[in-house]
């Protein structure tokens, strides 16, 4: 028997157009948007449909993306598609929760609108980085960027690749020591702060507050959280580790290697672009993932 687990992507995944097709085809999606684009005040269809400047921005990015990867999703639940397990690499946690039946739609939206203001006045403009190393190990990482406590790992996203993130000056001084060390390539990330850094504790206190006044419903499936690595066995603990995933490391490759220790033999990839597909190839190259990103995408799962 399948056993199905529905990923969703992080920040970094919008590109403009996205889910356009499905608002096109489907009333499940087209719902999603009106609905979204209402309480949030945004025009989302705009946002992520037409060319724009605000779409790469933090605080507009992550309303919209949290958007589109619901409005998929809505089709697939439609269809009577329904998932055993879900994840979501950062943000994506929010769609993958409210597919595990956690958040209301306008819940959802308020909290992502909020998380995505409180990041993006974290840390002053400038102040924090990012980059993904390529071709060390964690523990070689680790080794290099320890003695500096303003650099830290953010991501374990696949064997080969892990993100460090913190104080600018930090993270280029960690990236060239990390070439030295033999680096395969350092990639200095398009970010506009410093995620899943301690320089974003003050955001992480706020979001804290702002989820001690959200209703989340029970788990109707399970959830594996960023901050463990592995499942969430209480929904009490949801709004904790929300809070605690913005200023810590997410665990994606622990993650789905503990999904298919467990026997999950089919991935749906459900957002734009393939990047979870990718760390799936370096994870586990066996393993069936299907992505949905255009409606034609669809036909993989009839």
């Not at 993306?65 to 946690?93: F, Y």
Request: hydrophobic residues 40%; negative net charge.
């Amino acid at each position: 028997m399948t056993k199905l687990a529905m990923l969703f992507p992080g920040q970094g995944a919008q590109t403009i157009g996205m889910g356009k097709d499905f608002y096109d085809h489907s009333q499940a999606s087209r719902r999603i948007f009106d609905q979204a684009s209402e309480r949030s005040g945004l025009d989302l269809k705009k946002l992520c449909f037409e060319e724009n400047t605000l779409l790469n921005q933090t605080e507009y990015t992550q309303p919209a993306l949290t958007t589109t990867c619901v409005a998929l999703v809505a089709e697939l639940l439609n269809r009577g598609i329904k998932p055993d397990i879900t994840a979501g690499l950062s943000l994506g946690e929010y769609p993958a929760l409210y597919t595990a039946g956690v958040f209301l739609m306008d819940d959802l939206i308020d909290i992502v609108q909020k998380r995505g203001h409180y990041m993006a006045e974290a840390v002053p403009n400038g102040q924090g980085a990012m980059a993904a190393i390529l071709g060390l190990t964690a523990e070689t990482i680790t080794a290099v960027i320890d003695a500096d406590p303003d650099v830290s790992i953010a991501n374990y996203n696949c064997p080969g690749q892990i993100v460090i993130t913190g104080k600018t000056a930090s993270v280029q001084k960690a990236s060239a020591e990390l070439s030295a060390a033999g680096a395969r390539r350092v990639i200095p990330l398009k970010v506009s702060g410093p995620f899943h850094s301690a320089l974003l504790t003050g955001a992480s206190t706020l979001l804290a507050t702002a989820l001690d006044n959200v209703s989340l419903l029970p788990l109707n499936c399970d959830f594996i959280s960023n901050v463990t690595g592995d499942y969430v066995p209480d929904a009490h603990l949801i709004k904790p580790l929300l809070a605690q995933q913005v200023c810590h490391p997410v665990r994606w490759q622990q993650s789905m290697e503990k999904m298919l220790a467990d026997g999950v033999d089919t991935f749906i990839e459900i957002g734009p672009g393939r990047t979870l597909s990718g760390f799936m190839r370096k994870i586990n190259r066996k393993a069936n993932v299907i992505t949905i990103s255009h409606w034609d995408d669809l036909e993989k799962i009839q």
